[in-house]
T-cell receptor
């Protein structure tokens, strides 16, 4: 089983749609959680951290369920510029407790 | 505030040559991380360094790969005697004391 698992997609949605991505992680001792986005052949860019109480940043809402070891990202009112690969990222707390473990990503294409 | 800088952006080497990848962290960041992204795969942690110290190298291949972060100058990821399987995008990230890591544009290594 992968340490961080995501549905690879692709998700093709029309502009204005709401889309949700899910992610599960294997290590119950994981300490912190993030969503990054990665455009084709570019570096990952931090989208948002994910907090236990859930958090929102504009059109983006992230939720964490520690009991189920599940993280989600909701994008409302999708824009063309949201087209990217969304990476679920977990700090599993092992070793130096600084290394991030990346999911393989979920590809989103927003269509005009 | 300039972001994480990496150079070169593209590097072509023949089998058996050495590759040197450089990373300058964001100003004020003393933690540096190297990740590798193989084609069509997610990012994988390689090594975590602070100035003059390797903190966690649990993701580094046992042979041919080394990393340093000297007191002065950029962090260097060195790959000796490169093989075709080393072809990948190598991303450097940096962070302050907090957990969030910010990524550089990457170096794309191609081994012929």
């Amino acid at each position: 089983r992968k340490e961080v698992e995501q549905d690879p997609g692709p998700f093709n949605v029309p502009e204005g749609a709401t889309v949700a991505f899910n992610c599960t992680y294997s290590n119950s001792a994981s300490q912190s959680f993030f969503w990054y986005r990665q455009d084709c052949r570019k570096e990952p860019k931090l989208l948002m951290s994910v907090y236990s109480s859930g958090n929102e940043d504009g059109r983006f809402t992230a939720q964490l369920n520690r009991a189920s070891q599940y993280i989600s990202l909701l994008i409302r009112d999708s824009k063309l510029s949201d087209s990217a690969t969304y990476l679920c990222v977990v700090n599993m707390g092992g070793g130096s407790a600084r290394q991030l473990t990346f999911g393989s990503g979920t590809q989103l294409t927003v269509l005009p | 505030n300039a972001g994480v800088m990496q150079n070169p952006r593209h590097l072509v080497r023949r089998r058996g040559q050495e590759a040197r990848l450089r990373c300058s962290p964001m100003k004020g960041h003393s933690h540096v991380y190297w990740y590798r992204q193989l084609p069509e795969e997610g990012l994988k942690f390689m090594v975590y360094l602070q100035k003059e110290n390797i903190i966690d190298e649990s993701g580094m291949p046992k042979e041919r790969f080394s990393a340093e972060f000297p007191k002065e100058g950029p962090s260097i990821l060195r790959i000796q005697q490169v093989v075709r399987g080393d072809s990948a995008a190598y991303f450097c990230a940096s962070s302050p004391r907090l957990n969030e890591q910010f990524f550089g544009p990457g170096t794309r290594l191609t081994v012929l």
